[in-house]
């Protein structure tokens, strides 16, 4: 299946979850885009011990999602 996940927020724990959400989605074989739109643009802000996104945006990079923005 593939799915489409529009990403909106500034907020640091809704970006990594999202991210987060997409490799799951990968992992059970779908095809997964991530679209950043205005402030998630800048995806690895916030990112902290507590919500590491730039790992997941590694992970999820690494494992044929697409990041598009």
């Known amino acids: 299946m593939q799915i489409l996940i529009i990403l909106s927020s500034s907020d640091p724990e809704i ?5 987060r959400f997409g490799n799951v989605l990968l992992g059970e074989g779908d095809d997964v ?3 950043l739109n205005g402030p998630a643009v ?3 802000a916030g990112d902290s011990a ?3 996104i730039a790992e ?3 992970l999820f990079s690494l ?3 697409v990041l598009a923005a």
């Open 63 to 65: 494992s044929e999602g």
């Open 33 to 35: 885009t991530i679209f």
């Open 15 to 19: 970006k990594w979850n999202a991210v």
């Open 42 to 44: 800048d995806l690895a």
């Open 50 to 52: 507590t919500f590491p």
């Open 56 to 58: 997941q945006a590694k």
